[in-house]
C-alpha cells in the first residue's frame, strides 16, 4: 500500500476528517492533505501525535503490520471515551450499563 494512501485509509478508518486530524495534532489541515497526496512522511514530531489520534502505532503508520497484543482505540472512539473517562464515577457507571451488553452481544458474534 503507498504512503499516501496509507495515511488516508488510516485517518478515514479512525473516522477523522482532514480538519479533525489536524485539530487533534496541531497540524493544518493543509499539511494532512499534503502527507496523504505526496507520500511524504510528517516530521518526526508529528508521528506519535498523529499515531496516537489514529489509534494506531508509529510503526503501522509508517506501513508495518500491526503489533499482536491490543492497541487502544482512535479517533471519535478515543474522543468519546477520554470524555467519559473525566465524568463523576457515577455517571461513567451509567454510560457503561448502557454499553456493556451492546459490547457483550456483538463480541460473541451475535447481530
Known sequence: MA???RLRQLREAAGLSLRDLA??????H????????SGNLPRSNVLVPMAKALGVTVEELLGESRPKRGVSPGGR?????EAVSKMPRRQQE????????FVRQHANGDA
Request: hydrophobic fraction near 30%; charge should be negative.
Open 3 to 5: 504512503n499516501d494512501s
Open 23 to 28: 485539530k487533534q495534532i496541531g497540524e493544518e
Open 30 to 37: 493543509s499539511n494532512i492533505r499534503y502527507w496523504e497526496q
Open 77 to 81: 472512539s478515543r474522543q468519546l471515551f
Open 94 to 101: 451509567k454510560i457503561l450499563d448502557i454499553l456493556e451488553p
